[in-house]
């Protein structure tokens, strides 16, 4: 699980949050996370009511060769996106997030893999 302030913030502010965990084949650059959230953003806002939007923010780190041997996997980028809700996360809206990332970055013609959905809870 991402270990970062704007996580630990989304997951005190809102009841619902999600991390989905991407690996991408490549070093992805700052303005292409930058289109990647703004395709979000649009594809979100057309299938959900302004009551049911909540925030997403994607957070990506690089994977050296020493990460990625230490952790069994392959060099590239590990790409999160948080999603935040104040309202119960239908499965539909997090596998259309999941779609329209992989669509986004096969458009930006990278490989990757959706590594899977964490939940995380306040401990407040």
């Known amino acids: 699980m991402v270990n970062d302030p704007v996580l630990q913030e989304l997951v005190n502010k809102y ?4 991390n ?3 690996l991408v084949y490549g070093d992805l650059k700052d303005e292409e996370v930058a289109l990647l959230t703004k395709g979000l ?3 979100i806002s057309s299938k959900l009511t302004s009551a049911q939007h909540g925030e997403a923010v994607l957070l990506f780190d690089p994977i050296s060769e020493e990460t990625a041997v230490l952790h ?3 060099q590239g980028t590990s790409l999160n996106v948080i999603y935040a809700s104040s309202v119960e996360v239908k499965e539909d809206l997090l596998s259309l997030v999941e779609e329209t990332i992989l669509d986004g970055l096969k458009y930006l013609r990278y490989k990757a893999d959706f590594q899977g959905i964490t939940r995380s809870v306040s401990h407040v």
Request: hydrophobic fraction near 60%; glycine fraction near 8%.
């Open 15 to 18: 009841d619902h949050v999600f």
């Open 20 to 22: 989905l965990n991407f």
């Open 41 to 43: 953003i649009v594809m």
């Open 72 to 74: 069994g996997t392959f």
